[in-house]
């Protein structure tokens, strides 16, 4: 017998690619339970099946850094910290000072969508009962015919996981004049933004402040405390943009509107910024 639940959760991280540095991705989870029936004549209840299940996806990758073996630079776990520092892309340049619990690591060269079912099924499956005998994973991004970016930010205020300082998402973007789409705005802040880290201006420190990392010549750095810990990010400053305020989707959305009726002062401008798969924030200026 086969148990389907298709989209049981998103899960919202970025990873570390050797191309492209930190990518903020969306992937929805489709999941399927293979076994036989137990005593209530179930496979498993769903009920279960969303709690558990999601729990043990939430607390092992979701709004974390994935990082495969084989990045390009040095990875450490000590005493309940990671300190990293990677190579990427020509001469970019990326280090970060976290909690432990703001990384996942996984048991493969590259971080992809085989790699990281690979992964949940290794974490899930011995949390499952006898009678489930496997478990199959679909990860996929969002179906649009819209345009979108990754990015990778952190939210120090936030109480819960989005206050690690690299996690992201893949996310659209609807940009509207008078009412109307403009393609072509959505598509030049999507390429502008794409693979790009957004920063708080508050958060930027001296490079000689850094306690745990080193910085390079051309890199912007970021330091804060949050509730789970002590964070710090050096990185190449061609791959952030500088918010003048929090990186909440709310926030974006705002800088966004803003961003663009400088530009065309005449006109009325919506903004519809997305954090993931199917919510946001919409932004008038």
């Given at each position: 017998m086969i148990l389907f639940v298709d989209a049981l959760t998103v899960i919202d991280f970025s990873f570390?690619?050797?191309?492209?540095?930190?990518?903020?991705?969306?992937w929805i989870v489709d999941l399927t339970l293979h076994g036989q029936l137990n005593d209530e004549s179930m496979v498993l209840d769903f009920a279960?099946?969303?709690?558990?299940?999601?729990?043990?996806?939430?607390?092992?990758?979701?709004?974390?850094?994935?990082?495969?073996?084989?990045?390009?630079?040095?990875?450490?776990?000590?005493?309940?910290?990671?300190?990293?520092?990677?190579?990427?892309?020509?001469?970019?340049?990326?280090?970060?000072?976290?909690?432990?619990?703001?990384?996942?690591?996984?048991?493969?060269?590259?971080?992809?969508?085989?790699?990281?079912?690979?992964?949940?099924?290794?974490?899930?499956?011995?949390?499952?009962?006898?009678?489930?005998?496997?478990?199959g994973i679909e990860l996929r991004p969002e179906q649009s015919e819209s345009f979108y970016y990754h990015y990778s930010h952190g939210l120090k205020k936030h109480d819960g996981n989005c206050q690690r300082i690299i996690h992201g998402h893949r996310s659209q973007i609807g940009v509207f004049v008078d009412g109307m789409k403009h393609p072509r705005l959505q598509k030049e802040w999507a390429s502008r933004w794409q693979d790009i880290y957004l920063g708080t201006e508050e958060d930027i420190i001296k490079s000689d402040e850094l306690k745990s990392i080193k910085a390079?010549?051309?890199?912007?750095?970021?330091?804060?405390?949050?509730?789970?810990?002590?964070?710090?990010?050096?990185?190449?400053?061609?791959?952030?943009?500088?918010?003048?305020?929090?990186?909440?989707?709310?926030?974006?959305?705002?800088?966004?509107?803003?961003?663009?009726?400088?530009?065309?002062?005449?006109?009325?401008?919506t903004v519809k910024a997305f954090e993931g798969v199917g919510k946001g924030a919409i932004a008038h200026a």
């Open positions: 570390l690619c050797n191309k492209r540095g930190a990518v903020g991705e969306s279960l099946v969303k709690k558990q299940i999601k729990r043990i996806i939430d607390d092992t990758i979701d709004h974390k850094l994935a990082i495969a073996k084989g990045v390009n630079g040095e990875v450490k776990l000590e005493n309940g910290r990671v300190y990293l520092d990677c190579q990427f892309g020509d001469s970019n340049h990326l280090a970060m000072s976290a909690p432990e619990q703001a990384v996942c690591v996984i048991n493969d060269e590259v971080v992809s969508e085989q790699s990281v079912i690979d992964f949940l099924k290794s974490v899930i499956m011995p949390n499952m009962p006898s009678n489930v005998k496997d478990i390079k010549s051309d890199d912007i750095c970021f330091a804060y405390e949050s509730s789970q810990g002590y964070f710090e990010l050096a990185i190449s400053q061609s791959c952030c943009d500088i918010l003048p305020c929090d990186t909440t989707v709310e926030c974006i959305a705002e800088y966004l509107a803003q961003q663009i009726k400088h530009d065309l002062p005449d006109n009325t401008i």
